[in-house]
Nanobody, 120 residues
Framework: QWQLVESGGGLVQSGESLRLSCTGS????????IAWLRQAPGKEREKISC????????NYADSVKGRFTISKDNAKNTAYLQMNSLKPEDTGVYYC?????????????WGQGNQVTVSS
């Protein structure tokens, strides 16, 4: 069974950092792009970052550009989202998802979701 297992969420204060992890189970991330999406309270889920299968290409939503960094360690079968300078508006449930290409916005496997809460 293909799964993505997330970890690393929690409660932090504004300006602090968190790193989210997303580990593949039952399949290898080598051939998959990994996206991070978040759903804030009362809002639709949005894609905030994506990294290509090789890790050579990344993209970010304007709301997180310059503060968040996506990375992928195929040897550990894990992708990461380093979140710095967190703001209260970053609060939400964060999901990782595996797909073919970042541009397609289509995902074959989803993580379970991880709550991130940023207090002011």
């Amino acid at each position: 069974q293909w799964q993505l297992v997330e970890s690393g969420g929690g409660l932090v204060q504004s300006g602090e950092s968190l790193r989210l992890s997303c580990t593949g189970s039952g399949f290898t991330l080598d051939y998959f792009a990994i996206a991070w999406l978040r759903q804030a309270p009362g809002k639709e889920r949005e894609k905030i970052s994506c990294i290509s299968s090789t890790g050579a290409n990344t993209n970010y939503a304007d709301s997180v550009k310059g503060r968040f960094t996506i990375s992928k360690d195929n040897a550990k079968n894990t992708a990461y989202l380093q979140m710095n300078s967190l703001k209260p508006e970053d609060t939400g449930v964060y999901y990782c998802a595996a797909g073919g290409l970042c541009e397609l916005n289509e995902y074959d496997v989803w993580g379970q979701g991880n709550q991130v809460t940023v207090s002011s």
